[in-house]
């Protein structure tokens, strides 16, 4: 029998969680069972009562308050351990509209995607402003070529996920699921697809960004440390880059006046001098690109072997 499970991880949602547990399809196309899972980050409100009776079918209580990138890889894992076959992952301010989740799934179910992304109609939400737009945009494009996958709306959360992803996904960054997983799919060979979606009004503020400084802050902050996560020997030799031509630049010209125009080493020290600090500290980036490379690849043997106990937890067997 196939089993989708719809994740919803809330933080003190009891106002909104009824409407979207009520928008909820109960039976869908290709699945023998659809059942819900709340993951509560440490509500201080009557979340877990009001999902308890509004009939959510799951709940995982994680008792503190762990984040939203926790929250959903909490969800992954509870939701395997329930059995699931696909894992719907979607928020609990109802932004998403339920009624497209067959649509999502669909690509699963035919075999032509490990993980589907819902692709919202961005220039066509009203409360998104002209600065928004274009910088979910240039954060789509940004992550497109990060993670070598073609993502249309790479913030968005309303995802579905087969087995074999929920199995190889993990989380290292404490803010947000939906970049990083993103880019281990494309690192992976996940197969990623988007389908188009619609969203429903604006039912209250985002939980995760106080205004739009803090948006494009947390954003870039959040791109950058993915990117020295499963890019280091890329990002630290593009940082020596600039000290390297910087330091050639200074001590070819403090070697021209010595060979060509002086013939003495002690003219224009303050170069040679210049020179060599930035060519140092250009070797010392080098250094540490390496360093991170050999650290990385110590981090992809951990995650095969935790994808390994995790096939062996949840389907008995083991790659």
């Known amino acids: 029998m196939r089993k989708l499970i719809i994740q919803i ?3 003190n949602e009891e106002q909104t969680l009824p409407a979207t547990l009520a928008d909820l399809p109960r039976h869908v196309e290709g699945f023998d069972i659809v059942e819900t899972l709340i993951i509560d980050d440490g509500s201080t409100d009557r979340t877990v009562e009001v999902a308890r009776a509004s009939g959510a079918n799951h709940i995982l209580v994680l008792g503190r308050r762990c984040g939203l990138a926790r929250a959903f890889l909490a969800g992954l894992t509870e939701s395997l351990r329930l059995g699931a076959d696909v894992i719907v992952h979607t928020d609990a301010d109802n932004q998403y509209q339920a009624a497209d989740i067959p649509a999502l799934v669909r690509p699963i179910l035919e075999g032509q995607a490990d993980i589907v992304v819902g692709a919202r109609p961005i220039a066509e939400i009203s409360h ?4 928004k737009k274009f910088l979910q945009w240039l954060g789509s494009a940004v992550m497109r070529h990060i993670s070598r996958t073609d993502v249309a709306d790479a913030p968005s959360g309303f995802r579905a996920y087969n087995k074999e992803a929920a199995l190889q996904l993990n989380v290292f960054n404490p803010f947000t699921y939906t970049l990083e997983t993103l880019i281990q ?3 992976q ?3 990623v697809v988007n389908v188009p979606i ?3 009004p604006k039912t209250r503020e985002s939980r995760l960004f106080k205004g739009l400084f803090n948006y494009v802050k947390k954003s870039l902050a959040t791109m950058v440390r993915i990117y020295i996560l499963y890019s280091p020997l890329e990002f630290f030799l593009l940082c020596a880059l600039p000290f390297f031509l910087g330091g050639l630049a200074f001590f070819g010209s403090w070697l021209y006046d010595f ?8 003219q224009r020290i303050p170069a040679l001098i210049a020179g060599s600090v930035l060519l140092l ?10 360093v991170a490379d050999l650290l990385a690849k110590n981090r992809m043997l951990s995650e095969e072997i935790r994808y390994n106990q995790r096939r062996r937890m949840f389907l008995g067997e083991g790659r």
Do not use: D, K
């Open 185 to 187: 799919a494309g690192r």
């Open 281 to 290: 500290v250009s070797i010392q980036f080098a250094g540490l690109a390496v």
């Open 259 to 266: 060979l060509f125009v002086t013939g003495e080493a002690t």
């Open 198 to 200: 619609h969203v429903n």
């Open 9 to 11: 991880p809330c933080l």
């Open 128 to 131: 998104f402003s002209p600065l």
């Open 189 to 191: 060979n996940l197969r």
